[in-house]
């Protein structure tokens, strides 16, 4: 076949196909309806981040977000379908209805604001560089010339992406498994991650001596909904409020975490 | 549900959509040359080899098309470094996508011997052609030519595949687009913008290496 008739052919039905996706129904401001109507909500959840969400020995997803992904859905009287995503794909998950709340250790920041809308925080949370002790690391400018890794797309990578000097070799990986591997596998000299997974990490890899370097940034978690779905967001902030004033979400903390949440931010 | 689509904010990275490609096609280029090569000698030695050497890149062959390549991938990269071996992720991913499509082009090559006639091999040993010249110059190039349109496709795939080496963070085309995606939560315009790219990329390959054949394996 001719190359240019090729290219023309794919060309017009890839046009065609943005034609039928592009002036779609506008709608907003109904998740929390259709959710009541359905009586079951669909909350995404990270099964990649102990202690916040991981799957345990018998196969199902538990972790800090699990809890309070079934503690909303217990108050909204809903059934919660768990949607398991990665730190790279949970915001596409908000954005395409695949979720209706995203409760994924989900820092806030003024990208994300621009496309979704953020609850008030539910559990305290820092991402930080760590490496082995026989490194050393003071400052952001010692980690010129060593390679760092770190989950793309994570708060953690705009972090360093921002203070980290040029010369720093950076990898960026997939999600949280393949960054904690390669540290693990000695292809990176240091690894920028959150504080939990750093401390699975060094519980179960104790010969590799690693140790808290920098702090990147102290970031608490929010839960992430739709944009304009302000409906559902009160309703879970009024749920947040609750459980903070009972000491349920403290109970949270303390269960996964070993400390109480703390002064969360609204 | 209404979507807004912003290509602009995509196509605004296109530094890094370049790097993508570049490497994607760099990986491409260099596992397509070692690939054909490595494909052709084990192709020999199934074919005509001693019966060890057939044993051995027999299991090869079997042990690679019968595992899924990410897997081939992590191995190399995560689980070489146990035995002391560091590789960069470019590294790895190279050797990877070799190892793999060496053996599916030692038995698309395969395939091409085997169907040459007897009776051209017997002409050319009565030409007092030894067994290497006879391999070289009346074995391989029409066989190579039989074979040719499968060996593109598999080749094709094997590019297409490099999609997952960004798993393992070579910068290669797919990571440049999770990476934008990840930046400025654009997903759908990003993978639109790469599976655009993949295409014209697929396109072009086939047409060089349909051009690159005849003129250089096996003449017209």
């Known amino acids: 076949m001719n190359f240019a008739k090729t290219a023309y052919s794919v060309a017009s039905v890839a046009l065609t196909?943005?034609?039928?996706?592009?002036?779609?129904?506008?709608?907003?401001?109904?998740?929390?309806?259709?959710?009541?109507?359905?009586?079951?909500?669909?909350?995404a959840i990270p099964t990649d981040f102990p202690p916040y969400g991981f799957v345990g020995t018998d196969l199902k997803p538990q972790g800090l977000d699990i809890d309070m992904g079934l503690y909303i859905g217990q108050k909204l009287g809903a059934k919660v379908e768990l949607v398991p995503v990665t730190s790279a794909n949970r915001i596409a998950y908000l954005q395409t209805k695949k979720a209706d709340l995203v409760i994924s250790t989900l820092g806030k920041n003024p990208d994300r604001e621009k496309v979704i809308d953020f609850t008030a925080a539910y559990s305290p949370f820092f991402q930080a560089v760590f490496?082995?002790?026989?490194?050393?690391?003071?400052?952001?400018a010692d980690l010129t010339g060593k390679s760092v890794g770190v989950t793309r797309g994570a708060i953690e990578d705009q972090e360093l992406t921002k203070l980290a000097p040029a010369g720093v070799d950076i990898k960026r990986f997939e999600d949280n498994n393949a960054t904690v591997s390669s540290f693990i596998a000695g292809q990176v000299q240091a690894i920028a991650t959150g504080a939990s997974v750093a401390g699975n990490m060094m519980a179960k890899n104790p010969q590799l001596g690693t140790e808290y370097k920098l702090l990147l940034k102290d970031s608490p978690n929010f839960i992430g909904v739709a944009?304009?779905?302000d409906k559902l967001r009160l309703k879970v902030n009024e749920i947040i409020a609750e459980g903070k004033k009972s000491g349920d979400i403290d109970k949270m903390a303390m269960k996964w975490l070993g400390r109480p949440a703390g002064d969360l931010p609204q | 549900m209404r979507i807004d689509l912003d290509f602009l904010a995509v196509l605004s990275q296109w530094p890094l959509l370049l790097k993508g490609v570049g490497w994607t096609l760099a990986l491409t280029v260099i596992?397509?040359?070692?690939?054909?090569?490595?494909?052709?000698?084990c192709a020999w030695s199934r074919a005509n080899g001693p019966v060890w050497l057939k044993w051995v890149v027999g299991s090869y062959v079997e042990l690679v098309r019968n595992t899924p390549f990410i897997v081939q991938l992590f191995f190399i990269y995560f689980g070489l470094p146990a035995a002391g071996l560091k590789l960069s992720p470019e590294v790895a991913s190279i050797i990877a996508m070799v190892v793999n499509l060496s053996a599916y082009a030692t038995e698309i090559i395969r395939a091409g011997i085997e169907a040459t006639p007897k009776g051209q091999i017997e002409a050319a040993m009565s030409l007092a052609l030894n067994r290497m010249q006879t391999f070289t110059r009346v074995v391989l190039p029409p066989a190579l030519k039989k074979v040719w349109p499968a060996m593109v496709s598999q080749i094709i795939i094997v590019m297409l595949g490099s999609a997952?080496?960004?798993?393992?963070?070579?910068?290669?085309?797919?990571?440049?687009?999770?990476?934008?995606?990840?930046?400025?939560?654009?997903?759908?315009?990003?993978?639109i913008v790469a599976t655009l790219i993949y295409l014209v990329l697929s396109m072009a390959v086939r047409h060089l290496l349909n051009w690159l054949g005849p003129r250089f394996l096996w003449g017209r």
């Open chain 1, 227 to 229: 944009k304009g779905e």
């Open chain 1, 131 to 140: 490496a082995a002790k026989t490194v050393s690391i003071k400052s952001f």
């Open chain 2, 31 to 41: 596992s397509a040359t070692i690939g054909v090569m490595v494909g052709v000698a």
């Open chain 1, 17 to 43: 196909a943005f034609a039928l996706i592009g002036p779609g129904t506008a709608h907003a401001q109904t998740a929390l309806d259709d959710v009541m109507k359905a009586k079951e909500i669909k909350i």
């Open chain 2, 164 to 191: 997952v080496c960004g798993q393992i963070s070579t910068e290669e085309l797919s990571y440049a687009a999770n990476l934008i995606q990840s930046r400025n939560f654009r997903a759908f315009e990003a993978f």
